[in-house]
């Protein structure tokens, strides 16, 4: 696509986000289960683990199910998250009743507890959709998420969703130093597989990535990266990059099928273990970024007349993103990926890939 043609885009993007700030639309509820996993990943934005989580009452989840389908006209997709959301016992009562109230809804997943047994019950509870965490080939993947043998259960898990009929059945990788070179050979794994989709993203400086040395790509890495999504999307393979980051004219609408826009608190909130209310599961956690919790606040009134922080762009925040060529369409990029300390950019590719 010719350059003329992605600003003329783009603008139009801008000024759609300007009316999405005034009037946010739900489209994505997340439901973050639970904070236990039984994996340890080097990288988890969350810190879950083995660790003691607060878990919202069941009651609750179908307290707020039930109002808001009664508050929205439109019931948002419901995207159901942890730690590893299967380790939550009530976990089949919960989207049981979701699938009963006719929401849509889909999980992410490590995809070691998935057994034949758990994929079908998963297809009768009316889940859509599905992405299974592989984050390299099996060295670096169980390296990653320090979790022997976890490969394996992956995998197994992946080809037992696929003997059941859901929309799609994804596969996500984290791309990070140690792992980009398994980029051709997982590529032929998801062709064996014959997975429905492959989603890639780059490791972000947030959670554990925070601390972890080596591990962060550099320009040189993103290069590749993207480079190799475009060309197997030019062959027709379904491969995209994730939602995160504008990437400037060069790689805009070549990575993915959308232009970029972070969806936090004008298309997605999300519920956290303990009921706090948020944009995106992957913000940082903070005083600023929660804006109430289930258990005291109404939901629709929180959505409704809270998260400005998230209806305000980032660049207005800082000097230099104020003052770029590029804040029109970048927003000072996604809110997952800020520094609220310091208020500025964690990741800009500004001048790295554009």
Known sequence: MDYITKISQLTEMAKYKEKLRKEPILKFLFFELTMRCNERCLHCGSYCGDVTSEEMPVEKYYELLDKVKQDFDTLPMLCITGGEPLLRKEFFDIMSYANKLGYKWGMTSNGTLITDEVAKRLE???????????????????????TKGGFKKAVDGIKNLLKYDFSEVQVTTVVNKKNIDDLDGLFELMQELDVDSWRVVNLEPMGRAL???????????????????????????????????????????????????????VY?????????????????RRPETIEGNILKDDFTDVWKNRFKIFRTPLCERNEKCSHCDSKYFCGGGSYHSWDYSNDRPLICFKDMIF
Not at 268 to 278: E, H
Request: charged share 30%; aromatic share 12%.
């Open 268 to 284: 997605t909130a999300s519920i956290l273990a303990n009921g706090d209310i948020c944009a995106c599961l992957d913000i940082e």
């Open 124 to 146: 009768e509870t009316g889940m859509r959709t599905i992405s299974i965490s592989l984050d390299g080939l099996e060295e670096n993947h169980d390296s990653f998420r320090r």
């Open 211 to 265: 601390s972890l040395d080596g591990y962060m790509l550099e320009k040189q890495d993103y290069i590749k990266l993207f480079e190799f999504i475009k060309t197997k999307r030019e062959q027709g393979y379904p491969l995209t990059y994730g939602c995160t980051h504008y990437l400037g004219l060069e790689y805009e609408k070549e990575v993915r099928d959308w232009y970029f826009i972070c969806s936090a608190g």
